[in-house]
């Protein structure tokens, strides 16, 4: 008679995660996707071209002239401007974060309680953000000679290349001066 053991027959079936949480699992991997790939692009990518930068031989105008990577670095200490650039950059970082939270706290202090300045100081506050937006609004109407759609909240993908919107040049003259070329 053969002697079976039980354990290691039960043991892939206690690993094996039932169906609904495998599938909760990548929905919830699904909703993370977007904040990956924004993270990825918008930080990861740039800080790795920062560090490749670091280790070339970078022109402003010229660009990737190659590799120098143990100059770039050893050279930094001597150079005289450096240890000045990072007191300059350590001060003003602790002296204007210091000073933009303690205005935002007191900002917040002085309209959050009703009295006589609180809806001054409120539209103060709110008035330039309305008028930007109104005046942006008022601009598309304006120098467009068609209109953007909107269908449920949000701006329709234009069918049209680029902007999907024809610029009206007389109105486009009136805003400008002058100062401007129109190509058709």
Same mark, same amino acid.
């Given at each position: ?6 354990? +290691? ?13 495998? *599938? ?5 991997? @699904? ?10 692009? %918008?930080?990861?990518? $740039?800080?790795?071209?920062? #560090?490749?930068?670091?280790? &070339?031989? /970078?022109?402003?105008?010229? &660009?990737?002239?190659?590799?120098? %990577? $143990? ?8 150079? *005289? ?7 300059? *950059?350590? =001060?003003?970082? #602790? !002296?204007?974060? !210091? @000073? ?12 959050? =309680? +009703?009295?006589? /300045? ?6 103060? %506050? ?6 930007? @937006?109104?005046?942006?609004?008022? @601009? =598309? +109407?304006?120098?467009?000679?068609? $209109?953007?759609? !909107?269908?449920?909240? +949000?701006?329709?993908? $234009? ?18 001066? &002058? /100062?401007? =070329?129109?190509?058709?």
């Amino acid at each position: 008679m053969a002697v079976r053991d039980l354990r +290691s027959e039960a043991a892939p079936a206690a690993t094996r995660m039932p169906g609904w949480r495998r *599938t909760r699992r990548r929905i919830g991997m @699904l909703y993370a996707l977007p904040t990956a790939l924004y993270v990825a692009v %918008f930080f990861v990518v $740039p800080l790795l071209l920062v #560090v490749r930068m670091s280790a &070339g031989n /970078w022109t402003l105008l010229g &660009g990737d002239r190659g590799l120098n %990577f $143990p100059k770039n670095f050893t050279a930094i200490g001597s150079n *005289t401007l450096f240890w000045p650039a990072v007191a300059f *950059t350590i =001060e003003y970082t #602790v !002296i204007v974060t !210091i @000073l933009l939270i303690g205005l935002g706290l007191g900002l917040a202090l002085l309209v959050q =309680e +009703s009295g006589r /300045w609180s809806g001054f100081l409120r539209t103060s %506050f709110l008035l330039p953000a309305a008028i930007g @937006l109104a005046t942006a609004s008022l @601009l =598309e +109407s304006d120098l467009t000679t068609t $209109p953007i759609r !909107i269908e449920r909240g +949000s701006m329709r993908v $234009p069918d049209a290349a680029g902007l999907g919107v024809s610029l009206d040049p007389e109105a486009l003259e009136r805003y400008t001066n &002058g /100062w401007h =070329e129109v190509t058709r």
